[in-house]
């Protein structure tokens, strides 16, 4: 009986989670403007209500009397109780003062960012460290604060195995980098800037969605939102959002692709996790391997653009015009080291991730001041890219992820990178889905994804999940050999 | 401090409360079909832990601590206490057993009204009519089970009252009817038909609805469903529905702009009960008066037209050809008996409001069975109306109210037709009111109906709110003399 208390208990915490999820994104998406005061206390009473339930004795009692009948009872209950204790480690309270911190940063941010003004920022940056420091106390560690943290995101990876794999990243793409600043154009890029109505991208975008990745309307719609997200309410109820760039239509082409691989991954959890802790992806890593699969793996391939430059030609003419399968592959491959994150290409963008990796290091460590911290990540920059911001606005002000108390997430976007080939290399294994990519067919590809990696939800963790999957640990090498090979290619390096 | 404590437990059942409307209004404007049975679920939680706080035990303690140092604290507590009293009367599993019950008929009731077949849906209204014996029993009464069930939805209320105003209502507006359907067309009813494509139709009635009657998108939104309705958040975060038919536009326009009152009147309750039970309407009739008043007396009003109709003929020519501002009027204005009553006039409407009241009685009583109601339907049909429904789709099952529980709602229909015109007529008592609006200006209307309708929520009774404003009790004659007025001159009944 308490195994069914305790599948019912998690499902009102579910669904509270739910209507929290959809507060938010009504918020992003419908809401009224002169709604948002009301709204944020709305969304805070859902947030603190969520917590008080699943910190309750109550489910720590049915946990403890709980008796698996089955393999799926036996994970649930591990890896609730796994939250259930990381949870309970911090006071209500704790979290309520942090909330509230977290808004008064966020309104900072958006302010400094504004004036391009990093020193009104930096008090608040300096409460979220320290907030971050607490939190990793209260957690608790065994090697490095960072760890306690970076396990939200990415349960199990620790800083020092963020740090190898990265460094080996590092130096296996900076000469490549190198080669390819120095080698040219591979296309003209202008046709990335043709007009492009936000209808016409809606319809194509969409069509692609549907027709390649299986995003269908009856479980999926997409929205506008000022930052593009992916949000869900169930497995069946899935909601992206993008937005239209009429004069750069890779903003909201590949960003509602990068969206779907978020979306059709939830889709994929198995139904027997539907309203528990385990509903959703195994982490913010594999999460992001799945969008970056959708977005660059295949959709930056030549046989997508070799099979989908006639549909955008119907639906855009006058982009296409001019225009072949093999001039629009280049044109959106296209890589220069440039200073914004959310817009750099394959090969740079890892850069982006490493200097604010180390950035984070350092700051929780204390071996840098949040005051001198511009300074720092412009001289990561320079050395990484060979560029240095103007302003702060366009620097260390850019993301909106520490405002927002979220130290210890940057990685995961990364770990994506590097998974989503490894993933779609153990898949090509097979003759048949290998045949299928060739045409840009990703029918067998999207089951063996269901299969693979979806299904378990967080009943395995990411290192068992991409071991069971890929047969081996996550490791730079996928990804550095895919590079290699494909912009070999589009810049004529050899 | 006590009090502080009541003001922040009522705002999170408020929250809460929030949130589950949100997902009704979500569920029938935006969220894919196959969200629906989690969606089910995620509602069933969110009602269930809004009446778990609510009940609390800890709610009575406050209020009973209550020390209230202002005026409007004392009528939070007052209303509160009543809320809290009449929801502890019935148990939880009662409620539950009812809702479960609830969602039951109301499949029934789609498959019975689909297949047109009484018989299929009556044993589930039998289970509805027992609920609302019993919930009377739970509830409590002095002289007529009705009695509970009415106060439900219009507080103060009672059977006896309604059934006195209704006998004089339908003596006096009976013979009316009869010469005005003696007297022959009154206009070109086609014109009513022609195509007015459902975004041109968005348009006009957008622009009605902001200029006239001050629906602003900062605050409102309007969007599409299978049923219109108006739900909000909170003040500023209004949403009203609509639907098109793009060869019937009176469905869309007037129905934007009866749902534009009731969003009105919400957006006019004071900020002070924002977030407490008393923030929102005071009773369903009082919210009807508001949404009739812009429909019929306001929209479907000379004046209107004079102003209005250019605007018509700009937005939709083919429409507006041939036709002038006194055929338009004449033509939205047509009274004619029929079946359906969301589809009925101004005079008619009453009368399929009186034959639900009446039957709605006798099946509490038992002097009716459940299953001889659709042949005192159809009796009730000829004896007002003069015309029977050739089926049980068209007749007896075409109301949703039944199959959801709502027994004792109907009556707030008509009452709210009444107060509409009693409260017009004492808003017109002013001379600059009344030169506002022979000109279609309702600015100062507007500002009367906020500071002696909308502002004081449900901080008044509908019964105290009507003599306030209005001099004196709820009665038919404001209404009657406004029919035979209006409906005299438009069908030359002299």
Redesign the interface.
């Known amino acids: 009986m308490s195994m069914n208390e305790l599948r019912q208990l998690l499902?009102?915490v579910s669904?509270?989670n739910?209507?929290?999820a959809?507060?938010s994104w009504?918020q992003e998406t419908?809401?009224?403007?002169?709604?948002a005061p009301?709204?944020g206390?709305?969304l805070a009473?859902?947030a603190?209500?969520g917590h008080t339930m699943f910190t309750a004795p109550r489910l720590g009692e049915l946990l403890d009397a709980a008796q698996p009948g089955s393999d799926a009872d036996r994970r649930l209950v591990t890896v609730t109780r796994r939250d259930y204790e990381r949870a309970g480690r911090l006071p209500t309270e704790f979290v309520e003062a942090r909330t509230l911190a977290q808004s008064e940063a966020h309104h900072a941010w958006v302010a400094a960012r504004s004036a391009s003004d990093f020193q009104l920022f930096a008090p608040h940056l300096e409460r979220m460290m320290d907030f971050a420091r607490r939190t990793a106390d209260l957690i608790g560690y065994q090697d490095h604060p960072y760890d306690a943290l970076l396990d939200e995101y990415e349960p199990g990876m620790r800083a020092a195995e963020v740090r190898s794999v990265f460094a080996d990243l590092r130096d296996r793409t900076l000469p490549l980098l190198r080669r390819i600043t120095a080698a040219g154009d591979a296309a003209d890029y202008t046709v990335l800037r043709r007009p492009f109505s936000a209808a016409a991208q809606r319809e194509f975008s969409l069509k692609v969605a549907r027709e390649a990745f299986g995003l269908l309307?009856?479980?999926?719609?997409l929205d506008v939102s000022a930052h593009p997200f992916q949000i869900n309410?169930?497995r069946?109820?899935?909601r992206i959002t993008t937005r239209f760039d009429e004069t750069y239509f890779p903003m909201s082409l590949f960003g509602t692709w990068h969206e779907t691989g978020h979306a059709m991954y939830e889709h994929g959890v198995g139904a027997e996790w539907?309203?528990t802790p385990l509903g959703r992806g195994a982490s913010l890593g594999v999460h992001e391997s799945q969008s970056r699969m959708f977005e660059n793996l295949l959709a930056r391939s030549r046989p997508f653009w070799q099979r989908y430059f006639p549909e955008l030609a119907a639906v855009a003419p006058e982009v296409a015009q001019g225009q072949d399968a093999e001039s629009m592959y280049r044109a959106v491959n296209r890589v220069r080291p440039d200073l914004i994150r959310v817009e750099a290409d394959e090969v740079t963008y890892n850069f982006h991730i490493m200097l604010r990796f180390e950035l984070e290091l350092s700051l929780l460590e204390g071996t840098l001041q949040v005051r001198d911290l511009p300074e720092a990540w412009n001289a990561r920059m320079q050395e990484f890219l060979g560029i240095t911001p103007p302003d702060d606005a366009h620097g260390v002000l850019q993301d909106v992820h520490w405002s927002a108390g979220l130290i210890g997430y940057f990685p995961t976007y990364t770990l994506g990178n590097l998974l989503s080939v490894q993933l779609l290399d153990a898949a090509r294994q097979d003759p048949a889905i290998e045949a299928e990519v060739q045409q840009a067919e990703y029918g067998l590809l999207r089951e063996w994804l269901v299969t693979n990696v979806h299904q378990y939800g967080r009943s395995l963790t990411p290192v068992e999940l991409t071991v069971q999957a890929t047969g081996r640990p996550l490791s730079a090498d996928s990804y550095v050999q895919y590079l290699e090979q494909k912009y070999t290619d589009i810049y004529r390096l050899d």
Chains 1, 2 share one sequence.
Do not use: I, K
């Not at 419908?30 to 709604?35: E, Y």
């Not at 309307?217 to 719609?221: E, I």
């Open positions: 499902g009102q669904d509270l739910a209507a929290e959809l507060m009504d419908q809401m009224p403007p002169a709604a009301v709204r206390q709305q009473t859902l603190g209500l309307p009856d479980f999926a719609r309410f169930s069946n109820d899935l539907e309203r």
